[in-house]
């Protein structure tokens, strides 16, 4: 056995080395990013980010400039960098709208874009400090090879060239999530601020994020499968692993390893009581048996998020009062999805969700014998939002809005009952979602993270089916051990 598992080491090892040499003999200009020449099995040629032609960000910049006013310029600034410690940077995010725009996944950039220059990207210089460090990043040749730039100068002639660009235009749109005073300082721009020519960019930009293309389609269902079958992994995990923070990075774990470069926000794990805090985030207890665990997380694929939630007994079976509960959380969120399509709003779907949950707690018995109604306290939340770049995309766009083909939304009715609630005691500390990521359709509507179970009989099924078999391995790899 240890001849062969040598041999087979070795043969591992060759190819190993053989994959090296073939892919160092490779040339290719490092952008600071992916591109088609530096990772091949990520990116076809033609695209500047996985997945997103150059054909379709430069379809976005005609785009945003049909909906912006005659002479005006538009600024967008990357996402600054934000540290963790004097020399440690948090992992960086690019800005939604910045990204939408150029495709430029990395900091220190500003894009401008007018009738008159087209897009016009100032590129940060780098050093030969800075690349010994941080490596390569993308500067002024990468603006028109790898982002299809008009124009392209490096970040110290902004000074020289952008106060002309803004003194020439009747109104001046920038990304005010991101401003940088590398311009909001130049004296151009305080003037047309003062004289109340500057609005706020992202009403137009989320206004085109609103409605999602078939390649951010593709995107949006690979983030949301990968999703599915990491909570779904995270699930069956739960019943012999019933801490909050090992599920948070068993999540992340599963996500990863299915290509996700992230987190879409911190993974919200509530055991027990904690599953009524709407936004818990600590992550550090051992959740008791017989309680429950909501799990509301989401993962991002080359800039597009998923967000889902479950709610399950890790040990295996809901209490009869839990099931009642959850059963009227399941029945909303069903009923829901059956609202959903063109021409209907989430404002329309909230109001639908809040008037089945008021009935549903008061024939469950959570209403007060005096007739209070304690609604607002047990679910402050709107039943969705809409999806895309952001986890709360498009967040200019109102929830009356008509819904469209191509708007990707989320249906996540829930109940969050605190310890300090004043109606049954039975009820108190207990917290249950089901949350589920939609796609409007022409003729009605997709669930996208439908492969994650939700009904009671099949949740349960498969925790107690795995937990049976996790026991055989067990008692096989026990035996095993110690023969």
């Not at 076809?44 to 005659?70: D, F, H, Q, V």
């Not at 538009?74 to 940077?89: N, R, S």
């Not at 500390?429 to 949350?435: A, Q, S």
């Not at 509507?445 to 391995?473: D, Q």
Request: proline share 6%; hydrophobic share 35%.
């Amino acid at each position: 056995m240890q001849i062969l598992m040598r041999k087979l080491l070795q043969r591992i090892s060759c190819r190993q080395v053989n994959g090296r040499r073939v892919y160092s003999t490779k040339s290719f200009v490092d952008s600071g990013q992916p591109t088609p020449a530096s990772h091949p099995q990520l990116m076809k040629e033609g695209e500047i980010t996985p997945g997103i032609s150059a054909e379709e960000y430069i379809s976005r910049r005609k785009r945003l400039l049909e909906i912006l006013p005659e002479n005006s310029v538009a600024i967008l600034a990357a996402a600054p960098e934000k540290m963790m410690t004097d020399v440690v940077p948090y992992p960086y995010r690019q800005d939604a709208n910045y990204l939408y725009i150029t495709g430029c996944q990395q900091p220190g950039g500003v894009a401008v874009l007018s009738h008159e220059c087209g897009l016009c990207m100032f590129m940060p210089e780098t050093s030969a400090h800075d690349v010994i460090w941080k490596g390569q990043i993308a500067g002024v040749d990468a603006a028109p090879e790898t982002f299809k730039a008009d124009k392209a100068y490096p970040m110290s002639k902004i000074q020289e060239i952008l106060p002309d660009m803004i003194g020439r235009s009747s109104k001046l749109f920038h990304n005010q999530e991101t401003a940088v005073q590398t311009y909001t300082n130049l004296e151009a721009f305080q003037k047309a601020d003062f004289y109340g020519a500057v609005r706020n960019l992202s009403r137009l930009t989320h206004e085109l994020r609103w409605v999602k293309s078939p390649a951010e389609l593709k995107l949006m269902r690979e983030s949301a499968s990968i999703g599915c079958q990491a909570l779904l992994q995270t699930m069956l995990h739960s019943k012999s692993h019933p801490y909050e923070g090992l599920l948070a990075a068993k999540f992340e774990y599963e996500c990863k390893m299915r290509g996700a470069q992230r987190m879409a926000f911190n993974p919200v794990v509530g055991g027990g009581p904690n599953a009524a805090v709407i936004h818990y985030s600590r992550n550090d207890q051992k959740i008791d048996d017989g309680d429950l665990v909501l799990m509301d997380v989401g993962c991002e694929l080359h800039g597009y998020v998923s967000d889902m939630t479950r709610t399950w007994p890790p040990c295996g079976s809901f209490s009869s009062l839990e099931e009642a509960l959850y059963d009227l959380i399941l029945q909303t969120n069903k009923e829901c999805l059956k609202l959903c399509k063109p021409g209907a709003s989430l404002l329309q779907i909230h109001h639908y969700s809040v008037g089945m949950l008021r009935k549903g707690l008061k024939e469950i018995g959570i209403v007060n014998s005096d007739g209070t109604d304690p609604y607002n306290e047990l679910n402050p939340t709107s039943i969705g939002h809409y999806l895309g770049m952001d986890v709360h995309d498009s967040s200019v766009v109102t929830y009356e809005r008509p819904l469209e083909p191509g708007v990707v939304i989320t249906i996540e009715p829930g109940i969050y009952i605190p310890l300090s609630f004043s109606g049954p005691e039975r009820f108190r500390g207990i917290g249950i979602r089901i949350e589920d990521e939609v796609l409007i359709t022409e003729t009605g509507y997709e669930v996208l993270t439908g492969s994650l179970p939700k009904e009671i009989k099949h949740i349960e099924s498969l925790l107690n089916n795995f937990s049976s078999e996790t026991g055989r391995e067990n008692h096989i790899n026990a035996k095993a051990a110690t023969s």
